[in-house]
C-alpha cells in the first residue's frame, strides 16, 4: 500500500500492474529526454550571439522536427495498446466474483461457492484493533488465492462507483443496470487495499476495498469463508 512521502507507484501484485510500471518509466525517459532537449535549445537561443537574417527556408530541419515526434508518438503508443488488450483479455478465469456498490459499502459474491454473499463495510474507528488502518479496514474482507486467475464482476445497485486496487492495476467502473468485469491474478499472499475512486456522494470516501490474498491450498481448505 502507499506510505507517507511515497513518490512512485505502488509495488505491483500483478503482471498487468508490472507492466503499467514499466510503461510509466518508459514514457518518464521520454518525457524527460524531450523536456531536456527543448530546455537546452531555448538556452542556446538566449545565449547565442549568432544571427542570421538571410535564411528563407531550412527542410532539412522542418522534416526531422515533423518526423521525430512522430517516432516518439509510436514508441509510446505501441506499447500502451498493448496493455490495453492485455487488461481486456480474460483467460478462462478459476474464480468468479461479483462485486456490487452501494452508498456507501461493497456487497461480493462468491458465485462458484453457492452463492456466498456478505456485504464489507469500513470499520469505524471505534472498532479498530492495533495495526488496523483507519479509513482503509473493513469488517468483511475479500479472500481470494494467489497464482489462480481471478475474473471480477463489477457493477451498481444505485449511483456510479469504482472498485479499484492499485497494487492489482485494477478500476473498474460500476454502473447501475450494466456489468463490467476485470481479471487479475496475483503474484504473492498479503492483504491489499483499495477505494472507490469515483465521487458517488457525501460518503465516497468512506467504501475501501481489501483484499486478502492467500496460497491456493489454504483457500480451497473453505474455513476462510466462515465471515
Not at 514514457?27 to 542570421?52: E, G, N, P, Q
Not at 483499495?194 to 496460497?215: D, K, R, T, Y
Amino acid at each position: 500500500m502507499a506510505h507517507a512521502a511515497q513518490v512512485g507507484l505502488q509495488d505491483a501484485t500483478s503482471p498487468i500492474m508490472e507492466e503499467l510500471i514499466t510503461f510509466h518509466d518508459h514514457a518518464l525517459m521520454i518525457i524527460f529526454l524531450i523536456c531536456f532537449l527543448v530546455l537546452y535549445a531555448l538556452f542556446l537561443t538566449l545565449t547565442t550571439k549568432l544571427t542570421s537574417t538571410n535564411i528563407s527556408d531550412a527542410q532539412e530541419m522542418e522534416t526531422i522536427w515533423t518526423i521525430l515526434p512522430a517516432i516518439i508518438l509510436v514508441l509510446i503508443a505501441l506499447p500502451s495498446l498493448r496493455i490495453l488488450y492485455m487488461t481486456d483479455e480474460i483467460n478462462d478465469p478459476s474464480f468468479t466474483i461479483k462485486s456490487i456498490g452501494h452508498q456507501w459499502y461493497w456487497t461480493y459474491e462468491y458465485t462458484d461457492y453457492g452463492g456466498l454473499i456478505f456485504n464489507s463495510y469500513m470499520l469505524p474507528p471505534l472498532f479498530l484493533e492495533p495495526g488496523d488502518l483507519r479509513l482503509l479496514d473493513v469488517d468483511n474482507r475479500v479472500v481470494l488465492p494467489v497464482e489462480a486467475p481471478v475474473r471480477m464482476m463489477i457493477t451498481s445497485q444505485d449511483v456510479l462507483h469504482s472498485w479499484a486496487v492499485p497494487t492489482l492495476g485494477l478500476k473498474t467502473d460500476a454502473i447501475p443496470g450494466r456489468l463490467n468485469q476485470t481479471t487479475f491474478t496475483a503474484t504473492r499472499p498479503g492483504v491489499y487495499y483499495g477505494q472507490c475512486s469515483e465521487i458517488c456522494g457525501a460518503n465516497h470516501s468512506f467504501m475501501p476495498i481489501v483484499l486478502e490474498l492467500i496460497p491456493l491450498k489454504i483457500f480451497e481448505m473453505g474455513p476462510v469463508f466462515a465471515l
